[in-house]
């Protein structure tokens, strides 16, 4: 079982690399900007490719268990507190947003994170 730290340090650069592949900068220009050492960028994403690859396999086997793909709705109630959402995906991705973000565009990119995925 992961410690909550380095739980909570993986979900940071899943973010740094997610915010670098939606813009438009290079890494070296993208870590300049962010402030991050262009080494640690490059080992984090090494690492969670690997980690990525590996629990693929795990996810795979899993998958295969679980009878159902379908989304399961989820309501979040008024003046819940503005943590972030993080939602664990059957692939061992795990999604990180805001709270306030909006219902279509959520239910958008969980589209697109199935699509991609192939489920």
Avoid: K
Avoid at 56 to 77: D, E, K, T
């Amino acid at each position: 079982m992961m410690g909550q730290r380095r739980q909570d340090v993986e979900v940071h650069w899943r973010g740094v690399l997610e915010r670098q592949a939606e813009s438009s900068l290079s890494v070296a220009d993208f870590c300049r900007q962010e402030s991050v050492s262009a080494p640690s960028f490059y080992f984090w994403r090494r690492r969670l490719q690997e980690q990525e690859a590996t629990g693929n396999q795990q996810a795979g086997r899993a998958a295969a268990a679980v009878s159902s793909r379908q989304l399961l709705p989820v309501h979040i109630a008024s003046g819940a507190p503005a943590a972030p959402v993080r939602i664990l995906l059957p692939q061992g991705v795990l999604l990180e947003t805001s709270a306030s973000i909006d219902d279509r565009r959520l239910a958008d990119l969980l589209r697109a994170l199935r699509e991609a995925s192939g489920c």
